[in-house]
């Protein structure tokens, strides 16, 4: 008996609710059954038949079913009490027919290891349960019980070793389904069969991170996210290996990434892997699918704010096209969705607050927003050995807005308009030598554009502002496996970065143009070995960058070691140093709408310091039974920030000081998984402080410390239905007042607003209430439906985000104080409807 099985392609084998599908079909009857107790089950093709009895005989005997007649047309479908029985396979190398010696074979929360012949055995487990098979850590097959029931002699399961290798895995299902840890501390979010979370109609993986302890927003947004402490630019983004510098859409609200398409997820907050530069707080790294379907298959869909689709195309068997796009639904005329996000993102700017205009008369406006991304991913797997890939992606957020004033005297119109675009193209080519060797080239280009104009018609007044990236990057990747508990990875990194700052107003037209540039070369190495029969775990590397234009090198060691403990407990320790060549500036004196712009910059030898970073952090894994226990604390110092890039509001907000700011921090999460529930609790204590030495006081709180972050979500699962509620509790922000017996000096220089020490004060608790629910069908044998509904902050409450103060000139000419506070979404209903094939 033989069980072909190349990489992770999928046998012959079709679903059992597809059988059953056909089966009404072709009978004219309905099934009655709970969708998820079967929709793991595979069985072979149905055999022609002249009866019904027959085909349900078949299945009943293959997949241990029990058929019940309810009525004339109605029948039940129940699993048997599951036989307990034995099986074994032998495991072969595809390209050798050499045996696998020491895969592990997981069932039940029990792992085994194949034998120098590559031959396994499990006893007593049900016939309906599935085995997974793991090759130096990497899934590579998942086999029903059944399929393998022995009948006299163990079957050959054939499995090419023609793979990317992944760490192993040692916590799973961590906080919830589809989101695990791995040997080398990152976590790692699988986009399949993800459960259901607070506040989501789709698993878009960018607010999936924020789920987990120490990864935060402190505007709220998708795709802003602060890591330990750290300003969003510091956590690298990549999709497919290529940097992203615009991830989101609606001013980082929405994700830019196409949920459907982003199938593998590695995050890392300490002991980053030493191929990946840059982001001195964290990685986010995405990936799209390898994987090559034996049939078409898409979907399509739509909810309050965007429509998309998606298709994977599988022109021949070794080729592969991949293509999705997404655009806005931009209309506000009774959309809740797009009214609350607009009036949370253009709150407090010249957008909504046409009041402050002091010119008298009949106004009007109009403003259309527009956003869009579309994908394309071409993979050719030339040989068993050999794969060649094509990646591209482009996003574009466009902002139109005109005010026109018209008055017995005076008539005005003045026209803005916000643009951000942001373009990548990349070529990979991977190859296998052999099972110990392989190689991996990626050449990539990445392009952002952020631009800004407004145009007073009637005044002919102009003004326009330019922020653009130009990155090309080419990256070389060598892995070598002399056996299973010794790895040895190393690479080569260029990159080479422009960024272009263009100004023009009406009193200055020429155009103000500065342009730098900067290129790096990095070599990196690592090691990942075995030590104690698995016991001890270390994953180490160095990285070495040198930039000739600034004559500056950096030697940076990473290291994460793993020691298991015992069966339920395992500890591990993590510390790295890292640096920085490319962040943001938040620019408030040039933003011509009032919407917070950023600006990205090149580090340099005067005014931008490259930004440096050490961490060191100790923690563990509890598992026992359904309960899951992660904790861990760290001490975090970044070096190189500068006041004037960071967005004060305050004192600070035109000095010019470099410092650091340091982070000490706790992070804790408890989880409890049943069949049908899963109820976790996370909370995170972070103590995060800047320090100036050239400024009195020299150290007072970061603009983003959350003193207390907790968060207490469940999820529920019943039949074709899942429901999740969660709340989140965390420490308002710091902000600065005025001091109250003076809050207005006037001296020779000017007007000015006295403060308090910065960040002297901090707003109210943040609380919110999310809920979400999803219904999934399968409406014929081809399509299937899924609804999902959201809830954002329930209960409606105005939290507070931030809060500054500004000087405004009252009736008679003299200087007023007004406060400024800038609030989250409140109630945001949302439903997205997806048809898929």
């Known amino acids: 008996m033989t069980i072909s099985v190349v990489g992770q392609e999928s046998t012959t084998t079709i679903p059992l609710i597809k059988a059953l599908k056909k089966i009404e079909k072709s009978y004219d009857v309905k099934f009655s059954y709970n969708r998820r107790d079967l929709k793991s089950i595979e069985v072979t093709s149905i055999p022609e038949t002249k009866n019904i009895a027959e085909a349900l005989n078949h299945l009943s005997a293959e997949a241990g079913l029990k058929f019940t007649q309810i009525k004339e047309r109605y029948i039940a479908v129940q699993l048997q009490e599951q036989q307990l029985i034995t099986v074994c396979g032998i495991l072969i190398e595809t390209e050798s027919s050499v ?12 792992t085994i290891m194949s034998d120098s012949g590559g031959n396994f055995r499990v006893t007593e487990i049900g016939e309906n349960e599935n085995l997974s098979v793991y090759v130096n850590g990497f899934l590579v097959r998942t086999i029903s019980a059944r399929e393998l029931k022995s009948t006299g002699q163990c079957p050959f399961i054939y499995i090419s070793q023609a793979y990317t290798y992944l760490p192993e895995v040692i916590l799973d299902n961590y906080i919830t389904k589809g989101i695990s840890k791995n040997i080398s501390g990152a976590t790692v979010i699988q986009n399949e069969n993800f459960d259901i979370l607070p506040s989501l109609i789709e698993p878009d993986v960018l607010q999936i991170a ?36 615009q991830s989101g859409h609606f001013f980082g609200l929405i994700s830019a990434f196409n949920p459907n398409l982003t199938k593998h997820v590695t995050i890392y907050k300490n002991g980053t892997a030493a191929r990946y530069g840059e982001g001195v707080s964290g990685v986010i790294a995405m990936e799209s699918s390898s994987d090559t379907p034996e049939q078409f298959q898409g979907g399509l869909g739509i909810n309050l704010t965007s429509a998309n689709a998606y298709a994977e195309i599988p022109a021949t068997e070794n080729f592969l096209i991949t293509v999705s796009g997404r655009t806005s639904i931009n209309t506000g005329i009774g959309n809740p969705v797009y009214n609350e996000f607009f009036s949370k993102v253009f709150q407090n700017t010249v957008v909504t607050n046409l009041q402050n205009n002091t010119i008298e008369g009949e106004r009007s406006t109009d403003e259309q927003f527009n956003f869009f991304d579309v994908s394309v991913k071409a993979l050719w797997k030339i040989s068993l050995k050999d794969e060649v890939s094509y990646h591209f992606l482009g996003i574009d957020n466009k902002l139109q807005f005109s005010e026109r004033i018209i008055s017995q005297n005076v008539g005005s119109l003045v026209a803005s308009e916000l643009e951000q675009q942001n373009g990548t193209h990349g070529i990979n080519y991977k190859r296998s030598w052999n099972r110990n060797f392989s190689t991996k080239f990626l050449a990539s280009t990445s392009k952002y554009l952020r631009s800004e104009f407004s145009n007073d018609v009637d005044l002919n007044l102009l003004q326009s502002n330019r922020n653009e990236v130009d990155e090309t990057s080419i990256k070389i990747d060598l892995r070598y496996a002399p056996t299973d508990e010794f790895q040895v990875f190393g690479g080569y990194q260029y990159t080479d970065t422009e960024i272009t700052d263009s100004r023009v107003n009406t009193t200055n037209t020429a155009l103000l143009k500065t342009s730098n540039t900067l290129y790096a070369n990095a070599l990196f190495a690592s090691t990942s070995f075995k030590l104690f029969e698995g016991k001890t775990n270390i994953t180490s590397g160095l990285r070495f960058t040198q930039y000739p234009k600034l004559s ?37 004196r040039n933003n011509l709408l009032g919407v917070e712009t950023k600006d990205w910059l090149l580090a340099d030898q005067t005014l931008n310091p490259i930004l440096q970073s050490k961490q060191v952090g100790i923690g563990g894994n509890f598992r026992r039974k359904n309960w899951t226990l992660t904790s861990e604390i760290y001490s975090k110092e970044v070096t190189g920030i500068q006041t004037k890039n960071l967005g004060f509001r305050n004192q600070l907000q035109d000095a010019n000081f470099t410092g650091r700011y340091n982070v000490t921090g706790a992070e804790i999460s408890i989880n409890k998984r049943t069949k049908q529930w899963n109820v976790w609790l996370s909370y995170a204590h972070q103590d995060n402080s800047y320090t100036f030495d050239n400024f009195n006081p020299s150290s007072f709180r970061n603009n983003i410390e959350s003193r207390h972050t907790t968060t207490l979500a469940a999820s529920f699962d019943y039949k074709d239905f899942s429901f999740s509620l969660g709340n989140t509790l965390k420490s308002g922000l710091p902000y600065t007042t005025p001091i109250a017996e003076e809050p207005i000096i006037t001296t020779l220089e000017g007007t000015t607003i006295n403060f308090n020490a910065p960040n002297n004060a901090r707003l109210p608790s943040y609380f919110r209430s999310d809920f979400s629910a999803s219904y999934a069908v399968d409406l014929d044998e081809t399509f299937s439906g899924k609804v999902n509904i959201a809830f954002l902050n329930i209960f409606n409450r105005n939290n507070a985000l931030d809060r500054y103060y500004v000087l405004d000139i009252d009736d008679t000419g003299a200087p007023t104080l007004r406060r400024v506070d800038q609030f989250s979404l409140g109630f945001t209903p949302n439903i997205s409807l997806q048809l898929l094939f």
Request: zero cysteines.
């Open 99 to 110: 045996p696998i010696y020491e895969a592990e074979i997981t069932v039940n929360n029990v």
């Open 210 to 245: 924020q789920a987990l302890p120490g990864i935060d927003s402190a505007d709220e947004t998708a795709a802003n996210l602060n890591v330990r402490g750290g300003t969003s630019d510091e956590f690298l983004i990549l999709w497919d290996d290529i940097r992203m510098y």
């Open 552 to 588: 500056q090198s950096f030697f940076e060691p990473r290291l994460h070691i793993s020691q298991k403990i015992n069966p339920a407990l395992r500890l591990h320790i993590s510390g790295e140093l890292k640096h920085q060549s490319v962040y943001q500036s938040v620019n408030l």
